[in-house]
């Protein structure tokens, strides 16, 4: 066994692993980038690109399929699924090739491959080749999905989202457990692609949302075009050659059976902690096995240790696994001194259509007696209209008292663009009337936006405790 001395040793050449190597060489230490696995990142391989590629070519499937209610007459849609899926990964595989060249680009000396665990604070062991001793270490090591009983069991026909961009072609049929950003994203794609899809959730849980308006609107929108199954409970599941069979009690207490060529099991992902042997080098966790660690500044516990992306359990989405490699890598360089960072607002975007976002403080989180609610329908918006995606629900809250913009639940087309004007705005801490100052083109879906925080400045104006004046006079519709 050969020993290597690092300034830091980082596990997991993921996005949060990779951003925090990038800190530790700009800061003049010395890095040590360890992966067990391919090289490429989740979200490039297995995650956010391949994800969206599929949703893409769903996408078309749909508009095409809806063609008629424009006037426009295309004949039978077919979908080719083999064709579909090789777009997937063609495209996934010069997403994830930009990265593989990048990571193994690297020198030599800061690459090691093999999987880390920890034997003390600062001193790893890698498969049974390399012993590491290290000033500091960043726990970057990602999460993974979830395979909840009785499909846990199952030797055959049960996937993860993974191994669904790697199919050759679709099943007729596919039963999706869970009903959270990625069984929606997934389960709605594949449904748009022609395969029986049917959603289950034990809980009464669709999405992301916890606002009850946009909880109502979603829940109809995606109903009326989805199987869902929520506050179902699978009784049994069994697998043979054909497919699995799956006997449920629904919602409605109901006894059902169906069968399904496969099964997603999309119940959420964990952090990728077992293996690391975390309580050798003392580092603390909590009654369920979560780290205890800073989001402000990654440290896990007091130890020289910092926990980013995925692994920490905190927000699973690429663009904070950046920020906080970022963090943990810059905060591994200078231990024990350990600086505070300020983190961005929140912002979550699901590719359903119509798509889900979250900005800032959601609904759950709310102060209710010291927020004001305004809102708007898509049911009416002029460009949602002219689309024919006139469906979903904005909520924005400000705080009563200053009218500063708080956050926002949205559920609608193309909501995407408007949530992130929402997290800049959130961020900027904006009042309502600063929001409603900025411009607005006219005819677009933004003008919807607008008429919440219009309908927000009604309400906040109620209180008497801000000026909101001369809102509605603004110009457009
Ligand atoms: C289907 C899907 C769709 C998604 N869509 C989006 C989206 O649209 N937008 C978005 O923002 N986010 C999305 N995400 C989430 C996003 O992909 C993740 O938040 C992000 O990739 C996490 O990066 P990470 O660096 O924490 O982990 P990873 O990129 O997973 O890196 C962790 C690395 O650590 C390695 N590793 C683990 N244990 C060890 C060990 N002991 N020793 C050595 N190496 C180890 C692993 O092999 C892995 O390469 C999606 C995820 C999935 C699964």
């Given at each position: 066994?050969?020993?290597?001395?690092?300034?830091?040793?980082?596990?997991?050449?993921?996005?949060?692993?990779?951003?925090?190597?990038?800190?530790?060489?700009?800061?003049?230490?010395?890095?040590?980038?360890?992966?067990?696995?391919?090289?490429?990142?989740?979200?490039?391989?297995?995650?956010?690109?391949?994800?969206?590629?599929?949703?893409?070519?769903?996408?078309?499937?749909?508009?095409?399929?809806?063609?008629?209610?424009?006037?426009?007459?295309?004949?039978?849609?077919?979908?080719?699924?083999?064709?579909?899926?090789?777009?997937?990964?063609?495209?996934?595989?010069?997403?994830?090739?930009?990265?593989?060249?990048?990571?193994?680009?690297?020198?030599?000396?800061?690459?090691?491959?093999?999987?880390?665990?920890?034997?003390?604070?600062?001193?790893?062991?890698?498969?049974?080749?390399?012993?590491?001793?290290?000033?500091?270490?960043?726990?970057?090591?990602?999460?993974?999905?979830?395979?909840?009983?009785?499909?846990?069991?199952?030797?055959?026909?049960?996937?993860?989202?993974?191994?669904?961009?790697?199919?050759?072609?679709?099943?007729?049929?596919?039963?999706?457990?869970?009903?959270?950003?990625?069984?929606?994203?997934?389960?709605?794609?594949?449904?748009?692609?022609?395969?029986?899809?049917?959603?289950?959730?034990?809980?009464?849980?669709?999405?992301?949302f916890s606002d009850p308006r946009v909880v109502e609107v979603?829940?109809?929108?995606?109903?009326?075009?989805?199987?869902?199954?929520?506050?179902?409970?699978?009784?049994?599941?069994?697998?043979?050659?054909?497919?699995?069979?799956?006997?449920?009690?629904?919602?409605?207490?109901?006894?059902?059976?169906?069968?399904?060529?496969?099964?997603?099991?999309?119940?959420?992902?964990?952090?990728?902690?077992?293996?690391?042997?975390?309580?050798?080098?003392?580092?603390?966790?909590?009654?369920?096995?979560?780290?205890?660690?800073?989001?402000?500044?990654?440290?896990?516990?007091?130890?020289?240790?910092?926990?980013?992306?995925?692994?920490?359990?905190?927000?699973?989405?690429?663009?904070?696994?950046?920020?906080?490699?970022?963090?943990?890598?810059?905060?591994?360089?200078?231990?024990?001194?350990?600086?505070?960072?300020?983190?961005?607002e929140p912002l979550?975007?699901?590719?359903?259509?119509?798509?889900?976002a979250i900005v800032g403080v959601p609904y759950r989180d709310l102060d209710l007696d010291a927020v004001e609610i305004g809102e708007v329908s898509f049911d009416d918006q002029g460009r949602a209209r002219?689309?024919?995606?006139n469906?979903g629900a904005v909520r924005v809250y400000a705080r009563r008292q200053c009218c500063t913009l708080l956050g926002a639940e949205l559920f609608g087309p193309r909501v995407e663009h408007m949530a992130h004007l929402l997290a800049w705005a959130v961020q900027m801490k904006l009042t309502v009337q600063k929001a409603l100052e900025m411009p607005f083109y006219h005819p677009v879906l933004e003008e919807g936006l607008r008429s919440a925080l219009r309908d927000l400045a009604a309400r906040l104006k109620v209180t008497g405790q801000c000026r909101c004046e001369d809102l509605s006079e603004a110009p457009g519709a």
């Amino acid at each position: 066994m050969q020993t290597r001395e690092v300034d830091v040793a980082i596990i997991g050449a993921g996005t949060a692993g990779l951003n925090a190597r990038r800190e530790v060489e700009k800061a003049g230490a010395s890095p040590l980038l360890i992966e067990s696995g391919p090289y490429g990142t989740t979200c490039a391989r297995v995650g956010c690109m391949p994800s969206k590629l599929l949703i893409a070519a769903a996408d078309v499937a749909h508009e095409v399929a809806g063609a008629s209610r424009f006037g426009v007459e295309v004949g039978d849609v077919r979908v080719d699924g083999v064709a579909v899926l090789e777009r997937v990964r063609r495209e996934r595989d010069r997403f994830a090739g930009f990265v593989v060249d990048a990571t193994e680009a690297l020198p030599e000396l800061q690459r090691l491959r093999g999987h880390a665990r920890f034997t003390g604070p600062t001193t790893l062991e890698v498969d049974d080749h390399t012993r590491v001793k290290a000033k500091s270490v960043v726990v970057a090591v990602g999460s993974k999905p979830l395979v909840p009983p009785p499909f846990d069991t199952l030797e055959r026909h049960v996937m993860v989202s993974d191994d669904v961009f790697e199919l050759r072609d679709f099943p007729e049929s596919l039963a999706v457990i869970g009903t959270g950003i990625i069984g929606l994203e997934l389960g709605q794609a594949l449904a748009r692609l022609g395969v029986r899809v049917t959603l289950f959730n034990p809980f009464d849980q669709l999405g992301p949302f916890s606002d009850p308006r946009v909880v109502e609107v979603s829940r109809a929108v995606l109903s009326s075009e989805l199987d869902l199954q929520l506050e179902s409970q699978v009784l049994d599941a069994s697998a043979d050659e054909n497919g699995v069979a799956i006997r449920w009690c629904d919602g409605a207490g109901e006894i059902r059976e169906a069968r399904f060529d496969k099964v997603l099991a999309a119940a959420g992902r964990r952090p990728d902690l077992a293996a690391l042997d975390a309580e050798r080098a003392g580092l603390p966790l909590d009654e369920r096995g979560r780290p205890l660690w800073d989001s402000a500044t990654t440290q896990w516990g007091d130890a020289p240790v910092f926990i980013a992306g995925d692994a920490n359990g905190h927000i699973a989405l690429l663009h904070e696994a950046a920020d906080e490699g970022r963090i943990a890598g810059a905060n591994a360089v200078t231990y024990p001194h350990v600086s505070a960072h300020v983190r961005r607002e929140p912002l979550a975007v699901a590719f359903t259509d119509p798509q889900m976002a979250i900005v800032g403080v959601p609904y759950r989180d709310l102060d209710l007696d010291a927020v004001e609610i305004g809102e708007v329908s898509f049911d009416d918006q002029g460009r949602a209209r002219v689309m024919g995606r006139n469906q979903g629900a904005v909520r924005v809250y400000a705080r009563r008292q200053c009218c500063t913009l708080l956050g926002a639940e949205l559920f609608g087309p193309r909501v995407e663009h408007m949530a992130h004007l929402l997290a800049w705005a959130v961020q900027m801490k904006l009042t309502v009337q600063k929001a409603l100052e900025m411009p607005f083109y006219h005819p677009v879906l933004e003008e919807g936006l607008r008429s919440a925080l219009r309908d927000l400045a009604a309400r906040l104006k109620v209180t008497g405790q801000c000026r909101c004046e001369d809102l509605s006079e603004a110009p457009g519709a």
